[in-house]
Nanobody, 118 residues
């Protein structure tokens, strides 16, 4: 059983940066590298949305709202996926969730809160 744990959230001023991490634990072994990983977010009163994703092969994509500001990356040796967030805006405020998928297996983290406010 793979578990995902996010970290790195917090309060930041508009224009600031944060780096989120999502580390897989449990029966990962060499399995993490085959997982397609993604970051999602959910703001109050809004549906959960995809922010950025990275495949097992390293291909990435990002939502139009964060392109040029957010970057997703992964370190398979550390069983970790990252989300570097720059030029943060108040509308980026949300709970950010990490998701891993492989075949019909889907795993979610518990979320980390990001608040962008002055």
């Amino acid at each position: 059983q793979v578990h995902l744990v996010e970290s790195g959230g917090g309060l930041v001023q508009p224009g600031g940066s944060l780096r989120l991490s999502c580390t897989a634990s449990g029966s990962t072994g060499s399995m993490f590298r085959v997982y397609n990983m993604g970051w999602y977010r959910q703001a109050p009163g809004k549906p959960r949305e995809l922010v950025a994703a990275i495949t097992s092969g390293g291909s990435t994509n990002a939502a139009d709202s964060v392109k040029g500001r957010f970057t997703i990356s992964r370190d398979n040796a550390k069983n970790t996926v990252f989300l570097q967030m720059n030029s943060l805006k108040p509308e980026d405020t949300a709970v950010y969730y990490c998701r891993g998928g492989y075949g019909n297996v889907e795993v979610w983290g518990q979320g980390t809160l990001v608040t962008v406010s002055s």
